[in-house]
């Protein structure tokens, strides 16, 4: 599975912006879909996770209520609806495929998904 991630951009505080992730390969809906970021010297954090069905979704604490993630199966594409942008949402945000279901964990861990996008730069200005 190959992932192309785009969207990303420059915007205000309180601003929207919606990622999107391209996969290509014809079983994209066997994964879970998930979404990471990582910003200038931190490590990279969850922030979004999907199920292969689009049935279940779960997000990190400090996103949550800001945060919709959803897939079209259709489309091979998975998005990532941001509101109410803060700074500290700046940073590069990572898609990634998961062939783990999404369980009590949450799929919140790194090293559970198998395949990585590029990257998309999000950048917040105060």
């Known amino acids: 599975v190959q992932l192309q991630a785009s969207g990303g951009g420059l915007v205000q505080t309180g601003d929207s912006l919606r990622l999107s992730c391209a996969a290509s390969?014809?079983?994209?809906?066997?994964?879970?879909m998930g979404w990471f970021r990582q910003a200038p010297g931190k490590e990279r954090e969850f922030v979004a996770v999907?199920?292969?069905?689009?049935?279940?979704?779960y997000y990190a604490t400090n996103v949550r209520g800001r945060v919709t993630i959803s897939r079209d199966n259709a489309k091979n594409t998975v998005y990532l609806q941001m509101n109410s942008l803060k700074p500290e949402d700046t940073a590069v945000y990572y898609c990634?495929?998961?062939?783990?279901?999404?369980?009590?964990?949450?799929?919140?861990?790194?090293?559970?998904?198998?395949?990585w996008g590029q990257g998309t730069q999000v950048t917040v200005s105060s």
């Open positions: 390969g014809r079983t994209f809906n066997n994964y879970a």
């Open positions: 990634a495929a998961s062939r783990s279901p999404l369980d009590s964990t949450g799929l919140s861990g790194a090293s559970r998904y198998d395949y």
């Open positions: 999907i199920s292969s069905g689009g049935g279940s979704t």
